[in-house]
């Protein structure tokens, strides 16, 4: 639940200001798979999974075993949403993977839990596959420690990143990472990258800077004001050998070769990054800076919703079959993932152009009681979608509850229906603001003071909605 109360009083003959606002009390509500009871030699033990964190948001709930719920569906996958544990073992190592994996055992455990068999799916594109690719980076990264490269040749990184995979298995993690990420064994050897060693990279780019604007990411501020982003494209661009043209005041890159070659080159300066910080601290960068990639897009597939735009257009009423059409459509797509809060604004924007182009004009979400976690994976046994938060996320695994993790936004926030044509303009990003300047003197009259209060309230409520929006 959402509670916002402003309050706002002026008193006084000489202007005694008396103004309490903002107080905003955001609670996040916690999803936590019920717990079911394993069989024996099923539930890890505690120094192979991560432990729960010490913090009261993201602590699961314990819920008695009498109140365990039955999957009635004998024979069928169980649902994403339900109960796991996974089982673990020994990996089997291919042997020629010159690197001591214990020493990033911290990280490879952390991808292991977020990316576990039975939620990677749902989870893939917000928590999962952005986990992955830090462990990546960060393993290319370690392993420039130990030579003059930072880079594998191809045929150590091969082997490298079967081991890798397997350890993750062995943790519980999805087997199939590569494919459901994209992510393949030549994304450690650098690729068409010209530059790969370290001294040529050292001399070719202003590593101070790189390393300035990297080793601290703002997450409040990186997705829309950014300063590492820019800092590793301008690198990446160095290095690559790329002249790049002025046109309209932007730099184009003109072939497709060109883009990979600059693709490639950032995997080299993500090592670079990686090797100069600890562990941790290069895994929440990169997990940064993957937010503001995801957060961009909608990650759902939305296909031709005939029915919807049948029952719907040329509507000026609430339809009982308009309505019906649109939540069988939604409770479709919305099976897909777990999406962010950011993520579910850009989908509901995207689904209600598609509606418009096709003739759809009144707004169907609030004739219909669309909600943004509408357009999330619901929780299981409740009828209430769960929305991720933008900032990155993590699961957490407990050895009595599996895993869980935490919702955000789950009050009944309606969806936006598009005001324009066009989604491109879409931004989440809100302008350079700043709280009223204090009243002097000249704008103070005899009788009390004179204050813009509506605006003033507006300005509040915008620097708390974008806050909250990360």
């Not at 070719?204 to 604007?213: F, G, H």
Request: charged share 15%.
């Amino acid at each position: 639940m959402t509670c916002v109360k402003i309050v706002s009083r002026l008193k006084g003959s000489f202007c005694h200001l008396r103004l309490v606002i903002a107080l905003w009390l955001c609670s996040y509500q916690n999803v936590v798979a019920l717990p079911l009871l394993p069989k024996p030699g099923q539930i890890p033990s505690t120094s192979e999974l991560p432990s729960s964190p010490n913090s009261a948001t993201f602590q699961p709930i314990e819920i008695s075993p009498t109140m365990i719920p039955h999957y009635p569906f004998h024979g069928e996958p169980l649902p994403p949403m339900y109960p796991s544990f996974p089982k673990t073992y020994d990996p089997v190592l291919t042997g020629r993977c010159p690197v001591n994996f214990s020493v990033i055992s911290s990280i490879t455990a952390k991808t292991a839990s977020d990316c576990t068999q039975s939620l990677s799916t749902v989870v893939g594109n917000v928590i999962c596959c952005p986990q992955f690719n830090s462990l990546l980076h960060i393993f290319q990264g370690f392993y420039s420690n130990h030579s003059d490269t930072l880079v594998l040749q191809n045929a150590v990184a091969d082997d490298c990143f079967k081991d890798i995979i397997s350890i993750l298995a062995s943790r519980g993690a999805n087997s199939s990472l590569s494919s459901m990420c994209s992510v393949k064994s030549s994304n450690l050897t650098g690729g068409s990258c010209p530059v790969k060693d370290i001294s040529t990279f050292e001399n070719a780019v202003n590593t101070s800077k790189l390393l300035e604007s990297c080793s601290t990411v703002d997450p409040l501020k990186e997705c829309c004001r950014p300063f590492c982003q820019p800092a590793i494209s301008e690198a990446a661009l160095q290095i690559s050998g790329i002249k790049m043209t002025l046109s309209d005041n932007k730099n184009i890159v003109e072939a497709p070769s060109e883009i990979d070659t600059l693709n490639d080159c950032k995997g080299v300066v993500y090592s670079w990054i990686a090797r100069k910080l600890r562990f941790e601290d290069a895994n929440t960068a990169f997990r940064l800076l993957s937010s503001c990639k995801v957060n961009k897009a909608c990650p759902l597939d939305f296909k031709q919703p005939s029915a919807v735009i049948n029952a719907c257009r040329n509507l000026a009423a609430p339809s009982p079959s308009c309505c019906s059409s649109l939540n069988a459509y939604i409770t479709g797509i919305q099976k897909q993932m777990l999406i962010t809060n950011r993520q579910a604004i850009i989908c509901a924007a995207v689904f209600g152009y598609m509606l418009q182009k096709a003739g759809v004009m009144t707004n169907v979400y609030e004739l219909c009681d669309v909600d943004l976690k509408d357009f999330s994976l619901q929780a299981y046994g409740q009828e209430a979608g769960c929305l991720l938060r933008s900032l990155p996320a993590d699961l957490v695994y407990d050895n009595s509850t599996g895993f869980s993790f935490t919702c955000d936004l789950n009050d009944n926030i309606a969806a936006p229906w598009p005001s324009s044509s066009s989604v491109t303009s879409l931004s989440l990003c809100a302008p350079e603001m700043s709280l009223p300047a204090l009243p002097t003197p000249q704008t103070l009259g005899s009788s009390g003071c004179h204050l813009d209060g509506v605006h003033f309230l507006l300005s509040t409520i915008l620097i708390f909605v974008s806050t909250l929006l990360y």
